[in-house]
């Protein structure tokens, strides 16, 4: 076989990989279609995995073995470990191992650029080479960093709380100047440096600096804009990557990757009444908000059992059930199901209300109540079902807290203000299912627990959710 044929052959399987990607992105818009979206993107990813390893120009397969079995090893045992509550820290993580994937790629182009094939015959690095590898670097320090900075609030390691550093912005703005500068310096010259540096470090380095300095002051009640923006940036860094190692899977892959990332983070800002460029930039504007303290109420609120909830659900001719993060943490789904099927057979009307952001990450509820079988015409989405709360006669909310904060709309200090949420207060009973009083991620309080109309059930949801099965 010819070197045409064989570049041939691998152009086609990389083609019919980004088909599949997208067919993939399709699958996952929908829990109808979202196995086979996964199927999808498995299968493209393998034809990608196999055309790659199948290229002639590669010498030895010792190390590639070496990493695949590694990396596998901890792949396949992650997955098994984690469980779906973990999920958004999850996609944090992966999303720092990309970010730090096309450093180190760019880092290897830059030290031995023969390898790569990037230099012309004077062994210089081409212009062209040298700002897809600077900017594919550049954005991968910024996903890297801001990518921890974001498990760790998602993890409970920092405080969901924004952090507010003084000068934030000016500083932001100096440093990006600055990386913007040295790209266009670092194109037009190789080999100039700063205090004995090569610009590609300085790059880097200021990079690592601005992800960790963007994601800070951003606040708990935001971090899922800030998961799917992420997302975005790990796909334009591995797409800059692609470039350089002249990958056309790696350029399809991640430019499908950045695109969706930030069509996803525009949407939820959209979602939540945020502005797209505000979060980018770190949270600009944030000075009015002032974050929740997360101090635990002492005023008095009304307490039920899980036989007043029972009675009252049985009693109800309609029901809205809330899930949350504290359904998914109890694994309360399945059981939430089964309480369902006895009201249902109660003749009680029921329907699922989900925010954009349950669950700190965009779908989250959506999956953990496809795992338990429930029923696609049955779930409903915020704007969908909000106007539907003011005619049920219960709104069960299992778990959720801020995205059923009243004081979103009311509250102009709070630094949920703005952000669009499920208008349970207007249910003719509120049952809360909580473990205590404490506020939720955003670390504020929620006053609706204190309204005449809402009936607090302090338990484990799982726990809750079965005892009210067998009262029923």
């Not at 076989?1 to 691998?10: A, K, S």
């Amino acid at each position: 076989m010819t070197v045409q044929n064989i570049t041939d052959l691998t152009a086609l399987a990389y083609l019919v990989a980004g088909v599949l990607f997208i067919m993939a992105l399709r699958g996952l818009s929908s829990p109808e279609t979202s196995l086979k979206g996964n199927m999808y993107g498995m299968i493209g990813m393998v034809i990608a995995v196999v055309t790659t390893l199948a290229n002639p120009e590669i010498v030895s397969y010792e190390w590639i073995a070496i990493a695949v079995v590694i990396g596998g090893a901890i792949g396949i045992l992650t997955a098994l470990r984690i469980p779906m509550t973990s999920m958004p820290q999850l996609v944090a993580a992966f999303h720092s191992l990309v970010g730090m994937a096309a450093v180190l790629v760019a880092a290897a182009a830059f030290l031995e650029p023969a390898g790569f094939g990037i230099t012309d015959a004077m062994g210089k690095i081409f212009a062209a080479s040298r700002v897809e590898m600077s900017l594919g670097a550049a954005i991968g320090a910024i996903t890297f960093s801001g990518s921890v900075i974001a498990f760790a609030k998602l993890n409970g390691n920092m405080s969901g709380a924004p952090i507010m550093l003084p000068g934030r912005h000016l500083i932001n703005a100096a440093l990006g100047v600055a990386i913007i500068g040295m790209i266009f310096a670092f194109a037009l010259n190789d080999g100039l440096a700063i205090v004995g540096f090569d610009l590609m470090w300085w790059i880097i380095g200021l990079s690592f600096i601005i992800g960790f300095l963007i994601i800070i002051p951003i606040g708990g009640a935001d971090m899922p804009v800030v998961v799917s923006m992420l997302n975005s940036y790990s796909g334009w860094a591995a797409a800059g990557i692609g470039f350089t190692l002249q990958n056309n899977a790696l350029i399809v892959t991640g430019a499908l990757v950045g695109s969706s990332g930030a069509i996803l983070s525009y949407i939820m800002c959209k979602a939540m009444n945020r502005s797209f460029i505000s979060v980018i930039l770190g949270g600009f504007g944030g000075e009015d908000a002032v974050a929740g303290n997360g101090e635990v109420e002492t005023r008095p609120v009304k307490q039920g059992s899980a036989e007043d909830a029972a009675f009252i659900m049985k009693n109800a001719g309609s029901v809205i059930i809330v899930p949350g993060y504290g359904m998914a943490v109890a694994q309360a789904q399945h059981a939430l199901r089964e309480m369902v099927d006895v009201l249902k057979e109660e003749g009680v009307k029921v329907s699922y209300a989900i925010h954009p952001v349950a669950g700190r990450m965009p779908g989250h509820m959506n999956v953990l109540l496809a795992e338990a079988n429930v029923p696609y015409d049955e779930v409903f989405e915020l704007e969908d079902i909000n106007n539907e709360f003011s005619q049920t006669d219960v709104a069960f909310v299992i778990g959720a807290n801020d995205v059923t904060n009243p004081a979103a709309k009311t509250d102009k200090t709070s630094p949920i203000y703005g952000m669009p949420v499920l208008d349970v207060e207007k249910a003719g009973t509120v049952l809360f299912v909580k473990r205590g009083m404490a506020s939720g991620y955003a670390g504020v309080q929620n006053e609706l627990f204190f309204r005449d109309n809402t009936m607090m059930l302090f338990s484990d949801a799982k726990k809750m959710v079965d005892n009210i099965v067998k009262a029923l």
